[in-house]
Every structure is written in structure tokens, then in C-alpha cells.
């Protein structure tokens, strides 16, 4: 069964930056779309961005521009490059995986345990 661990998370003011890393327990992952998600407080958990085997890439309206998603087959781990964060940013995140592509929370079977991200105005 695959396992993800996220890492990276953390305080940072309006306008910094910040990469989160998730790494899976087995090559089975390097197949699987990879996706972040994030849930602020009081909202639902929200997509956004995923990356396929071959790093094709789709990213949510909001973080266009702002956040980069990596994959790295050798160490098996997904990566969330955020820059010019803003207080709306805040969030845990969740790193996901799953055999086929979706924006949606319930496609995904694996979940990561999410890390905390705060951004301070």
C-alpha cells in the first residue's frame, strides 16, 4: 500500500515562499497522478495541482502563476514550490495519489497526513 509523507511546511510572511515535499514508500508511485490539495479552516478541501507520470501539469486559477509541482522518479517524491504567498494561502495540504487523473477530493485513494501552512500579513 503506498504511503505519502509530506514535509516543508511551516510560518512565513506575505510574500515569501515555501516548498513542500511528499514522499511515497514505494516505486508503485512513480505510475500514479500526483496531486496537492488543501483545506483552510471552516472551508472544504480544495485541488490545487497535480502532475501526471510524464510532468504534465494542471494547477487551480488561484495558484497559477505562484506555485510549481515537481515529481522526482528516483527519490519517489512529489514537490510544491509556492512563492508570493498571501494570507489566503493558509492552509494544511495534503498531498494525494491515485492510478488516474482528477481535480476532485473523492478520486483519490492515498492521502498523506498534510502539513501546515501559515502565511502571515
Known amino acids: 500500500q503506498v504511503q505519502l509523507v509530506e514535509s516543508g511546511g511551516g510560518l512565513v510572511q506575505a510574500g515569501g515562499s515555501l516548498r513542500l515535499s511528499c514522499a511515497a514508500s514505494d516505486r508503485t508511485f512513480n505510475t500514479y497522478y500526483m496531486a496537492w490539495f488543501r483545506q483552510a479552516p471552516g472551508k472544504e478541501r480544495e485541488f490545487v495541482a497535480v502532475?501526471?507520470?510524464?510532468?504534465?501539469?494542471i494547477y487551480a486559477d488561484s495558484v497559477k502563476g505562484r506555485f510549481t509541482i515537481s515529481r522526482d522518479s528516483a527519490k519517489i517524491t512529489v514537490y510544491l514550490q509556492m512563492m508570493s504567498l498571501t494570507p489566503e494561502d493558509t492552509a494544511v495540504y495534503y498531498c494525494?495519489?491515485?492510478?488516474?487523473?482528477?481535480?476532485?477530493?473523492?478520486?483519490?485513494?492515498?492521502w498523506g497526513q498534510g502539513t501546515q501552512v501559515t502565511v502571515s500579513s
Open positions: 502532475i501526471g507520470s510524464s510532468g504534465n501539469t
Open positions: 494525494a495519489a491515485d492510478r488516474y487523473l482528477s481535480l476532485r477530493v473523492r478520486a483519490y485513494d492515498y
